[in-house]
């Protein structure tokens, strides 16, 4: 038991103590004190007796447990008053040391490897993301936080199964149409020049300066000039991440298709193999790290530049259209909605090129050691 | 003579030339459509070399000719008051305040939360997946709203704003910085996580043989060791920064700033005003990469760094 972790326990019990005393919230005149329902009495005394009846040394997988059962009782309490007190604060901190202790512990375990199961390591950053919608939840509903600001996600949830026909509308206009389209388009086009350039070290030495410096131009800016040229539809949008995704792409490969050394160029020679199969057999291969990078951060550089491209005029579908029409109106659990469909969009674009990069170079060293 | 035909600069040189060439070649052929259709309306005949002056200075064309957009430039840049609102700089200056200000926050909470991932188990366990999920999320695509959102909640009837007390400019420009300051913590945190954990083994057992404190290990050996990272990831962030703070401006209302001339420019077809911010915001941009390599080298070599 680190020194921290005994902080976090006693912080733990001290907030449990005051979610015990302090009023829990207000429900009409009335104060809802934590005696009032049972759970939210039986939690708090339950993480004071398991502190202190195992002198801190519970294993790592009940305090998980303790916080998700804490986490539950927050979310439960919610509805046992029109706004928060004290107490509920304190109840919401509590869960979030427990759960903080838990991920302290079981990383500790993980790392001196004491803990051999290692798929446990996913429960740590599974935790924080629960923690964090938890008292997202908490906050905008027992804070009263006006939906303007900031809903709460089981709005947001809502929300997205209302309109789950606009959403895939427009999900299919800027992500199915303008993205893929694009992506394909600028990453294709960008590893052709990388292979075009790659022959004449002149173009190399100057193209490679040009491309670094224009991947870190606001590109986007780009996108009302394609829209005026392709029009309002989305081959305007498509154009846009096209020239987003060319640079990237273009920097990395010719860095990747430089970096076979001479002693296995030379194999290639003594096998009296032409330029094409050295370049499908061995340099194309072993740029593919380089390749997949590029293709990992234009995943999400074709989303932003399709979506930034449809703020400047689009027929009335589309996802920067909606969220600007939404802005505009202040329906804002509609711009969340759309902000969640775009985050997974973005998350499982992200992923797919990454598990095909795993599939592809499973012989590099990030991926045989099974780290990344 | 082969030392300059084999040296970089002589290579972008050539290849910025044949840009500009390809550059005019392009606005002559896309022009040449509405050019030779307003020819065509008033009746008279126009040899070659008319057609082809005209759509390099024609008034509203499809793609300006380079020099319309450098004399725009020009006229929008220096020979105005920089005060005047109808100055570039004036709005450039309104982009760099809040690229700066995001540039500087974000670059301190990339520090703050790399230090916290470095030296706590459970933080990189928990942060680190989340923060590299948070890069794939567009937030630049829905960086107006964010914007309208952190503006309503400064200036609006809550306990945050009543206590900053902040007048619509301070919002704005704060508002405007968080985007940036999304965009540019991420490079930070990455870079400063490696430069801080790049210290080998043996080194950190010294620091154990001596006794030395986390504060002090920090401080004498992981930092030092991890300032290169810090200037490579703040080239990148910089460059972040300066997009977020562009992208925060447009559909947000915003009158003055690049962003917002960018799509004033494009609700009334100015192509070269268009071009001429676009081109303001590539130099910014490579200043701003300049002057942070420039501290780099400051402070590599105060640090007692050789050239290398």
């Given amino acids: 038991m680190s020194r921290l972790e005994r902080i976090l326990a006693i912080a733990a019990a001290l907030f449990a103590v005051l979610a015990i005393a302090l009023p829990l919230g207000i429900r009409g005149d009335a104060v809802v004190m934590s005696w009032t329902g049972v759970l939210s009495v039986a939690w708090p005394v339950l993480v004071l007796l398991l502190l202190a009846l195992f002198t801190l040394k519970l294993p790592p997988l009940v305090s998980g447990l303790l916080a998700v059962a804490g986490g539950a009782v927050v979310l439960f309490e919610l509805a046992q008053f029109d706004s928060a007190g004290w107490g509920y604060w304190a109840l919401l901190a509590t869960a979030w040391l427990v759960a903080w202790l838990f991920a302290e512990r079981l990383s500790a375990r993980l790392a001196s490897g004491a803990e051999r199961r290692r798929w446990l390591g996913m429960l740590v950053p599974t935790m924080f993301g629960l923690a964090v919608l938890v008292a997202w939840e908490a906050g905008t509903r027992g804070g009263n936080v006006p939906n303007v600001l900031l809903p709460a996600p089981s709005v947001i949830w809502a929300r997205i199964v209302a309109n789950l026909p606009i959403l895939a509308a427009d999900f299919q206009q800027t992500f199915l149409k303008a993205v893929l389209a694009g992506y394909a388009i600028g990453n294709g086009v960008g590893l052709l020049v990388a292979i075009a350039i790659d022959r004449s070290p002149f173009l190399k030495r100057g193209l490679l300066p040009i491309g670094s410096f224009v991947s870190a131009l606001p590109l986007v800016g780009i996108a009302p000039i394609m829209v005026m040229w392709f029009g309002f539809d989305w081959p305007s949008k498509a154009a846009v991440v096209v020239l987003m995704t060319f640079f990237p792409m273009l920097v990395n490969a010719v860095a990747g298709l430089n970096v076979t050394v001479a002693m296995e160029r030379d194999l290639m020679r003594s096998y009296a193999s032409s330029y094409w199969q050295t370049l499908f057999k061995l340099r194309l291969p072993a740029a593919a790290p380089f390749i997949f990078n590029a293709l990992k951060i234009n995943s999400t550089l074709a989303l932003i530049g399709a979506i930034v491209a449809e703020f400047f005029g689009t027929p009335v579908v589309g996802m920067g259209f909606r969220i600007s029409t939404a802005v505009g109106r202040m329906d804002i659990d509609l711009v969340w909605a759309e902000i969640a469909v775009s985050a997974l969009a973005g998350s499982v674009f992200y992923g797919v090129v990454a598990l095909i990069e795993r599939a592809v170079t499973f012989w590099h060293p990030s991926i045989r050691g099974g780290t990344t | ?308």
């Avoid at chain 2, 290579?11 to 307003?38: C, E, H, K, P, S």
């Avoid at chain 2, 005047?84 to 200000?101: E, F, G, M, V």
């Avoid at chain 2, 503006?151 to 900053?164: D, F, M, R, S």
């Fill in chain 2, 1 to 308: 003579m082969t030392a300059i035909r084999d040296s970089k600069v002589f290579a972008i040189f050539v290849l910025v030339l044949v840009l500009i060439v390809v550059w005019y070649v392009g606005a002559v052929l896309l022009n040449w459509g509405v050019v030779t259709d307003r020819f065509s309306r008033d009746g008279a005949t126009h040899s070659l070399t008319d057609i082809v002056l005209t759509t390099l200075s024609y008034t509203r064309p499809v793609l300006p000719a380079p020099h319309q957009v450098a004399v725009d430039l020009w006229n929008t840049t220096l020979t105005l008051a920089p005060s005047n609102k109808r100055s570039l700089l004036y709005h450039a200056w309104i982009t760099l305040s809040a690229t700066l200000l995001g540039f500087v926050m974000g670059t301190v909470l990339g520090v703050v939360l790399a230090l916290f991932i470095v030296l706590n188990q459970a933080a990189s366990r928990s942060l680190m997946p989340w923060i590299i999920a948070s890069q794939t999320v567009p937030i630049l695509a829905v960086a107006p709203v964010i914007v309208v959102l952190t503006y309503n909640v400064l200036t609006g009837q809550n306990a945050v704003a009543q206590l900053l007390h902040l007048d619509a400019d301070a919002a704005q420009l704060i508002s405007k910085a968080v985007i940036a300051t999304y965009l540019s913590f991420f490079p930070v945190v990455v870079g400063m996580v490696k430069g801080l954990r790049s210290p080998e083994t043996i080194q950190l057992d010294l620091m154990r043989t001596y006794n030395a404190t986390t504060t002090q290990t920090v401080w004498l050996l992981r930092w030092p060791t991890a300032v290169p990272f810090l200037f490579a990831s703040m080239k990148v962030a910089v460059a972040a920064s300066l997009v977020g703070a562009i992208v925060a401006e447009l559909p947000t209302g915003a009158v003055s700033g690049l962003g917002a001339r960018l799509l004033i420019g494009s609700y009334n077809g100015q192509m070269v005003q268009i071009w001429s911010v676009l081109l303001l915001s590539a130099i910014l941009a490579g200043l701003l990469v300049l002057a942070v390599g420039i501290v780099e080298r400051l402070v590599v070599a105060r640090m007692g760094a050789r050239p290398a």
